[in-house]
């Protein structure tokens, strides 16, 4: 993703500024070459914030992949410790089983959640290194897996926040892991390449600095709900890109129906490996709420 600038704009303006004193002209030459690394330097920037903006809303929104392993929660008795003994036993297993698909994305899925919790940049890219090796050869013994290739997206994910320019190029990359999950199999994890690639478009800044798109992301959101209505998280990063593009108005017209969903769902994901979940999602319901209710304000021409 290159970072594009508009060199004619430059010429005409050396132009216009160009005089017969040789160092005048020399002063304005030099000065735009700082201009322009400077542009550059600030969207670099930008994009290295909406990624790290984009982690820090998607690390609730994943399903499965959070701290979610329905046959360890009889054996954890901690919710807060549980990513650290997950990663453990999945990396045990991963160096015992190498040839084993399930065993490489498993440890991939682990290496995300364990990185999510890291406090500092060296033991974050650590993690994402180890998951991205894993995904990799998942993706070596099974080209046609679809969670090597969304965990390989997510764990791009993990590393890009630990970098500068390097982002740029793992968005590309995060981008193509979850195009080809959604080719492989668009409703793993709850159709987590469309909602992820979604978040992606949503929160990434947009041409020419980075993928960003508003159509895209409301379509890959749509497909995400659509395809599995039953998740919460699909339907809230929905609503979530409603309210930040100002269609509050949909959002209101589905309050009533959302809070009876969520009412329905509550039963049915229930235990200790859905708690981080229901206490994210009650969260941002009530901030989309918030964030919506001015719609219901009419302006005095209306009521006339």
Same mark, same amino acid.
């Given at each position: 993703?290159?970072?594009?600038?508009?060199?004619?704009?430059?010429?005409?303006?050396?132009?216009?500024?160009?005089?017969?004193?040789?160092?005048?002209?020399?002063?304005?030459?030099?000065?735009?070459?700082?201009?322009?690394?400077?542009?550059?330097?600030?969207?670099?920037?930008?994009?290295?914030?909406?990624?790290?903006?984009?982690?820090?809303?998607?690390?609730? #929104?994943?399903?499965?992949?959070?701290?979610?392993?329905?046959?360890d929660v009889a054996r954890v008795?901690?919710?807060?410790?549980?990513?650290?003994?997950?990663?453990?036993?999945?990396?045990?297993?991963?160096?015992? #089983?190498?040839?084993?698909?399930?065993?490489?994305?498993?440890?991939?899925?682990?290496?995300?959640?364990?990185?999510?919790?890291?406090?500092?940049?060296?033991?974050?890219?650590?993690?994402?290194?180890? *998951?991205?090796?894993?995904?990799?050869?998942?993706?070596?013994?099974? &080209?046609?897996?679809?969670?090597?290739?969304?965990?390989?997206?997510?764990?791009?994910?993990?590393?890009?926040?630990?970098?500068?320019? *390097?982002?740029?190029?793992?968005?590309?990359?995060?981008?193509?892991?979850?195009?080809?999950?959604?080719?492989?199999? +668009?409703?793993?994890?709850?159709?987590? *390449?469309?909602?992820t690639l979604g978040v992606l478009?949503?929160?990434? +800044?947009?041409?020419?600095?980075?993928?960003?798109?508003?159509?895209?992301?409301?379509?890959?959101?749509?497909?995400?709900?659509?395809?599995?209505?039953?998740?919460?998280?699909?339907?809230?990063?929905?609503?979530?890109?409603?309210?930040?593009?100002?269609?509050?108005?949909?959002?209101? #017209?589905?309050?009533?129906?959302?809070?009876?969903?969520?009412?329905?769902?509550?039963?049915?994901?229930?235990?200790?490996?859905?708690?981080?979940d229901w206490r994210d999602w009650?969260?941002?319901?009530?901030?989309?709420?918030?964030?919506?209710?001015?719609?219901?304000?009419?302006? &005095?021409?209306?009521?006339?």
């Amino acid at each position: 993703m290159a970072i594009t600038n508009c060199s004619a704009g430059q010429c005409s303006k050396l132009k216009a500024q160009y005089s017969k004193e040789a160092p005048a002209f020399k002063l304005h030459f030099e000065r735009q070459p700082i201009n322009f690394a400077r542009g550059q330097y600030r969207a670099t920037w930008s994009l290295c914030f909406a990624v790290w903006l984009f982690f820090w809303a998607l690390s609730f #929104e994943l399903g499965t992949s959070r701290i979610c392993a329905a046959d360890d929660v009889a054996r954890v008795t901690s919710i807060a410790s549980r990513p650290k003994r997950l990663y453990d036993e999945a990396r045990a297993r991963y160096q015992k #089983e190498t040839n084993s698909v399930e065993a490489a994305c498993e440890f991939g899925r682990a290496a995300f959640d364990l990185a999510d919790l890291s406090t500092n940049d060296n033991q974050r890219a650590a993690l994402a290194h180890e *998951g991205i090796d894993a995904c990799r050869r998942g993706i070596q013994l099974d &080209p046609k897996s679809a969670a090597a290739h969304y965990y390989l997206g997510l764990n791009y994910g993990q590393l890009a926040q630990t970098k500068l320019l *390097g982002a740029i190029k793992l968005v590309d990359q995060m981008e193509e892991a979850w195009k080809t999950t959604i080719q492989l199999d +668009p409703k793993f994890d709850f159709a987590g *390449g469309h909602r992820t690639l979604g978040v992606l478009y949503r929160d990434a +800044p947009g041409w020419p600095t980075s993928i960003g798109s508003r159509s895209k992301a409301r379509q890959h959101l749509q497909k995400a709900a659509e395809l599995c209505p039953e998740y919460p998280g699909n339907r809230l990063s929905l609503f979530e890109a409603y309210a930040k593009w100002g269609e509050k108005k949909t959002v209101q #017209e589905q309050i009533k129906a959302t809070e009876e969903f969520l009412k329905a769902a509550r039963e049915k994901l229930t235990g200790e490996s859905w708690a981080l979940d229901w206490r994210d999602w009650d969260q941002r319901w009530e901030k989309i709420k918030a964030r919506c209710a001015s719609a219901t304000v009419r302006s &005095p021409r209306e009521t006339r």
